[in-house]
């Protein structure tokens, strides 16, 4: 008897929390996918289909590797953008010692586009080589013909080798790499970093590509963004037609100003860029630019949030992922970003917030819940 009581508790309390339904975003907390389980999704990446969101992310594990990729990437869908289920992983990491996306590799920031011209949908990640820290920089390309994968991994790059910058000057270009003779964080050295010793040394090799998000116009025309350069410059680089490679028309962007985390939206005909600065996991202040193309010249706007001090110094204690276009409202937007838990990766947490506006400058309020209908 005792025994039937007991096993009647387990199924009961396991339909109980399983059974989540959320009506309303509560940033910051932990979040069920339909299995009862914590969205595992991070530095994400969306796509709208039809009258679906999908969600691809970087799944994490416990402990400290966690940060590396043990699994792939993930993806969720979901229909009201609250209540998420879970697709399985998108794009798995391979067994075989030789692939460059052997487990243990890192891959993050994965963001999905689908290509009308050719039915498929194609995935582009950082991707840095097992073993090798941080000093690969490369772009990953992975490929699908259905949204949810499973993505075949196709290659990764430094991307645009042996091509100049379209916003490069001539001078610049014969001018010494001559890193050794300057002292690192000097005012030589940040000067020599704004004026592309970096992309000089990566001239022919190709350039860095950190963190990274992608963005496709109204015209069809896809744009990756990266940080380069050491992570000291965003570059914007237009993709070719069928979104698998990159056409070598490209920019540098807020050059030496040290941009990492890319969120890029379009409203009333401009773009905007929500970005972070350089720390690693920890966050900092926000940052955000206007564009009248994508490709440049973006002017910075400086940090969007709207908060307590300890808010606006850590973007509400998070790093800008994408910011999602909400379907059949007539340009509203959310922010999303990551609230990393490094020593524990499969932790951290999502920070969704309405994009608000400012005049044409967007910002950020914090809500410790709200819904859609405040982008009314
Ligand atoms: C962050 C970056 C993350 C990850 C991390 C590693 O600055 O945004 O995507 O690369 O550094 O320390």
Redesign the pocket.
């Known amino acids: 008897m005792k025994l039937k009581i007991l096993i009647i508790a387990i199924l009961i309390t396991g339909f109980i929390s399983k059974d989540v339904s959320y009506d309303r975003f509560h940033p910051g907390k932990e979040w069920k996918d339909d299995r009862g389980e914590h969205i595992n999704a991070h530095?994400g990446g969306f796509l709208t289909v039809d009258d679906t969101y999908y969600w691809f992310g970087e799944h994490k594990i416990g402990g400290k590797e966690g940060?590396k990729a043990q699994v792939g990437v993930g993806v969720y869908s979901s229909k009201d953008l609250y209540n998420w289920k879970n697709e399985g992983i998108a794009l798995s990491v391979h067994e075989n010692p030789d692939s460059p996306l052997v487990k243990g590799c890192?891959i993050?920031?994965p963001k999905v586009i689908y290509n009308e011209k050719t039915g498929k949908f194609v995935m582009w990640f950082?991707h840095e080589l097992k073993g090798k820290g941080?000093e690969s920089a490369l772009t990953g390309l992975a490929v699908s013909d259905q949204v949810t994968g499973p993505y075949t991994y196709v290659k990764s790059v430094n991307p645009n080798p042996g091509i100049w910058p379209a916003n490069y000057p001539d001078s610049m270009k014969t001018k010494p790499v001559n890193l050794e003779e300057l002292k690192a964080w000097s005012p030589e050295w940040k000067e020599a970093v704004v004026d592309g010793i970096f992309l000089r040394r990566d001239f022919e090799r190709g350039q860095m590509a950190?963190?990274m998000t992608l963005f496709v116009d109204d015209d069809g025309k896809a744009y990756h963004f990266y940080?380069s350069e050491n992570?000291q410059t965003l570059h914007v680089a237009e993709l070719s037609e069928d979104y698998l490679s990159h056409t070598g028309n490209y920019t540098r962007v807020l050059a030496g100003q040290q941009n990492?985390?890319p969120a890029v939206f379009k409203k009333d005909g401009k773009y905007y860029m929500f970005s972070?600065g350089?720390?690693?996991?920890k966050p900092n202040p926000g940052k955000s630019a206007v564009a009248d193309h994508p490709l440049g010249p973006w002017t910075a706007l400086g940090n969007p949030c709207r908060g307590t001090e300890e808010e606006n110094m850590t973007t509400f204690w998070s790093?800008s992922?994408y910011v999602i276009p909400v379907i059949g409202k007539k340009e509203a937007f959310i922010y999303v970003g990551?609230r990393?838990t490094?020593e524990n990766p499969i932790d951290g947490k999502y920070i969704f917030l309405p994009v608000e506006f400012e005049g044409s400058m967007p910002i950020l309020r914090w809500y410790d819940q709200w819904d859609i209908s405040r982008l009314e």
């Open positions: 530095g940060n890192v993050e920031r950082h941080y950190r963190d940080s992570n990492e985390a972070s350089l720390t690693g996991w790093q992922t990551d990393w490094p």
